[in-house]
C-alpha cells in the first residue's frame, strides 16, 4: 500500500513571495505519477502540477514547480511569485501506473493550507 | 476540457431517510468514477471505485450497504447514502476518468450532505 504524508498542516506567505510546500511517499512501485492538487475555499479540486515517475527532469507549470527527488521518496511543490489566488488546501497526491495503464485510484496526503497575505 | 457535474450541490435531510446523489461526466464518457468523502480541513477519502455494467468496488471499512453506488451508464454515477445519520454528514466528491491509459482524473464540485 502506498502512502503520502504532507507534514506541513498550515502555512503562510506574503504576496509576491515564493513558499514551498513538502510531501514525502512510501511505495514499492517503480512506475507512478504524482500529483499536486489545489482545492480553494469553493472546494472544486483543480489538478497544479503531475511528474511521472520515469521522468527525472522536473516538471514545471507557470508559477509551479516541483522537485521530485525519486530516491528519497520526496516531491515538494515550490510556488514562485505567490498571488492571493493561491490562497487553498493543497494535496499530494499518489498514483499507481504500470504498463502504459493507471489503476486510478489516488491516495492523497493530509493535505497543507495555504494563506497568501497581501 | 472534461467537465464533472454533481446534484446537488448542498442537502439536507432527516436522520433515518436516504439520499442521494449523482455525478455525471458531462462532455465525456467515463469507464471509471470514484467517489470520496471529505470531512473540514482533511484530505480525501477514497470510498468506491465504480465501473460502468458492473458492481462497486469498495474501499476496507466503507459499508456497502451504507452507500450504494450504480453506474447505470458512462455518464452517470449515482451514490446513495441509505438510512443516514448525523456521523454522515460530509463533503463527498466523485471524479471520473476518460479510459485507464491516461492519469488525469476529473473531479466534481462536490456535494455538502448535512443529516439533521
Known amino acids: 500500500a502506498q502512502t503520502v504524508t504532507q507534514s506541513q498542516p498550515e502555512m503562510s506567505v506574503q504576496e509576491a513571495e515564493t513558499v514551498t510546500l513538502s510531501c514525502t511517499y512510501d511505495?514499492?512501485?517503480?512506475?507512478?505519477?504524482l500529483f499536486w492538487y489545489k482545492q480553494p475555499p469553493s472546494r472544486q479540486m483543480i489538478l497544479v502540477i503531475r511528474?511521472?515517475?520515469?521522468?527525472?527532469q522536473n516538471a514545471t507549470e507557470n508559477r509551479f514547480s516541483v522537485n521530485f527527488q525519486k530516491a528519497a521518496k520526496s516531491f515538494s511543490l515550490k510556488i514562485s511569485d505567490s498571488q492571493l489566488g493561491d490562497t487553498a488546501m493543497y494535496f499530494c497526491?499518489?498514483?499507481?501506473?504500470?504498463?502504459?495503464?493507471?489503476?486510478?485510484?489516488?491516495?492523497f496526503g493530509q493535505g497543507t493550507i495555504l494563506t497568501v497575505h497581501p | 476540457g472534461a467537465v464533472v457535474s454533481q446534484h446537488p450541490s448542498w442537502v439536507i435531510c432527516k436522520s433515518g431517510t436516504s439520499v442521494k446523489i449523482e455525478c455525471r461526466s458531462l462532455?465525456?464518457?467515463?469507464?471509471?468514477m470514484f467517489w470520496y468523502r471529505q470531512f473540514p480541513k482533511q484530505s480525501l477519502m477514497l470510498m468506491a471505485t465504480?465501473?460502468?455494467?458492473?458492481?462497486?468496488?469498495?474501499e476496507q471499512g466503507v459499508e456497502k450497504d451504507k452507500f450504494l453506488i450504480n453506474h447505470a451508464s458512462l455518464t452517470l454515477s449515482t451514490l446513495t447514502v441509505t438510512s443516514a445519520h448525523p456521523e454522515d454528514s460530509s463533503f463527498y466528491i466523485c471524479?471520473?476518468?476518460?479510459?485507464?491509459?491516461?492519469?488525469?482524473?476529473?473531479f466534481g464540485p462536490g456535494t455538502r450532505l448535512t443529516v439533521l
Open positions: 471524479s471520473a476518468r476518460r479510459d485507464s491509459y491516461t492519469p488525469l482524473m476529473y
Open positions: 511505495t514499492s512501485e517503480n512506475n507512478y505519477y
Open positions: 511528474q511521472e515517475a520515469y521522468k527525472q
Open positions: 497526491a499518489f498514483m499507481k501506473w504500470a504498463g502504459g495503464t493507471s489503476y486510478g485510484k489516488l491516495t
Open positions: 462532455d465525456f464518457q467515463a469507464t471509471t
Open positions: 465504480s465501473n460502468e455494467g458492473s458492481k462497486a468496488t469498495y
